[in-house]
């Protein structure tokens, strides 16, 4: 009974997928010598015969003839009149081999080794995933939703490996359920306890730079490159990219035939708006693209603090800056240099008023509101809709209408 129990123990580890037949026929053999060992004090005159297929194996032992008086070592010798109850022919100094039955090792022996080989194979599979996942960081894996928890989702892939999507690597307007499909890209691989984790993103920008490459194959060939990606998961993101061919239009490639590449990638990230935007050296017609939809009639830079002083028609500040500031956010991000904003002087603002001079009216926290969204003086103000004014800012729309009413009243 033992000895099925120990065929079940081991067959049971022959489908591994993670660990390939030579290996596995190492570590089996291993593990019998090591008991042989234990046994007899050495194994080296034992032969292991292991069938993985089968699920079966034997243990043949191999011992020198010799005189029954001359009997030394009755691990590697065998009496003759021993070995001519096996077989009448044998004669002196030739070998004898015999079948060790594994019922003859007691169960103790038996359970131990058991024990030993569940957990050598567990350990080497354990190995053999955290040094396959290690190799394919940074690339993107499909898999399984297996268990939803607050701070995190379990994902097995195709071979039933187990991976992590933490809460803090999701996309905030994502939602799994268990069974459904999830693509991720592989951040992080490392041994806890003797455990393999596998940490998955979907916030990465390496996330959103290895899903161009599966929609845009002038990326994945190297004629397309991407420069760099910044992006607000599930908000906004922006990618710079330069073609080594000027046949191609790197923007027009990645956004395909009436964004037909694009398309894909924007689903997947939940309606990221994402802007490509032709990579330049010259920083500020860089910094101009990143601006867009924008239009900048200035841009002064000051090389030794990185800053870049940017100037505009009034009614173009809150496309610059964008709907809480991600706009200009994103677009200092991805060309290094701090933006600061301000109107061009002339125009409407000679006529204009800056927020600051109704201090005694609003209050000081609404002021530093309306300025976050690119708002700093009373027509800036009144140029857009109470109802946007809601959706850009923090402020209630009873306070907003109550701004709009004091500003109004300033020109009437």
């Excluded at 609003?362 to 708002?375: P, Q, R, T, V």
Aim: proline residues 3%.
């Amino acid at each position: 009974m033992e000895n099925v129990n120990l065929i079940d123990t081991f067959s049971e580890f022959k489908e591994l997928k993670n660990i390939d037949r030579p290996t596995m026929m190492s570590v089996l053999e291993d593990v019998f010598r090591s008991m042989l060992a234990k046994k007899y004090g050495s194994a080296d005159n034992f032969d292991i015969i292991v069938n993985i297929d089968k699920g079966d194996f034997e243990i043949w032992r191999n011992r020198v003839v010799v005189n029954d008086e001359e009997l030394t070592d009755p691990i590697t010798q065998i009496p003759l009149s021993q070995a001519k109850e096996i077989d009448e022919d044998y004669e002196v100094g030739e070998e004898v081999s015999d079948e060790v039955k594994f019922l003859d090792f007691g169960r103790r022996a038996i359970l131990s080794l058991r024990q030993n080989l569940t957990a050598r194979i567990l350990d080497l599979e354990k190995n053999n995933i955290y040094m396959k996942y290690k190799d394919r960081i940074g690339e993107i894996v499909t898999g399984e939703v297996y268990q939803v928890w607050k701070r995190e989702i379990l994902v097995l892939d195709d071979d039933g490996n187990e991976l992590i999507l933490p809460k803090s690597e999701q996309i905030p307007s994502d939602h799994f359920r268990k069974g459904d499909s999830i693509r991720a890209v592989v951040i992080k691989v490392e041994m806890r306890n003797n455990t393999p984790f596998i940490i998955l993103s979907r916030t990465s920008p390496v996330f959103l730079e290895r899903l161009f490459e599966l929609e845009v194959p002038e990326i994945f060939d190297g004629l397309i490159t991407i420069k760099k990606i910044v992006r607000v998961p599930g908000e906004r993101a922006k990618v710079a990219v330069e073609s080594y061919d000027e046949r191609i239009d790197p923007v027009g490639a990645c956004v395909g035939m009436k964004g037909s590449r694009i398309h894909g990638i924007v689903r997947e990230l939940r309606n990221e708006n994402i802007d490509v935007i032709n990579y330049t050296a010259n920083n500020q017609l860089f910094i101009q693209r990143a601006l867009s939809p924008a239009k900048i009639t200035t841009i002064k830079l000051i090389e030794e603090t990185k800053r870049a002083e940017i100037y505009l028609k009034p009614n173009e500040v809150s496309l610059a800056i964008g709907k809480g500031g991600l706009n200009i956010k994103l677009a200092s991000q991805l060309t290094g240099y701090e933006i600061d904003v301000y109107r061009e002087p002339g125009g409407e603002d000679e006529e204009d008023v800056n927020l600051e001079e109704f201090g005694d009216e609003i209050e000081d926290w609404i002021i530093e509101e309306l300025k976050a969204i690119g708002c700093d003086t009373a027509r800036s103000v009144l140029n857009l809709s109470i109802s946007d004014l809601v959706k850009r800012t923090d402020l209630e729309e009873e306070q907003v209408k109550e701004v709009v009413n004091i500003l109004r009243a300033e020109f009437e």
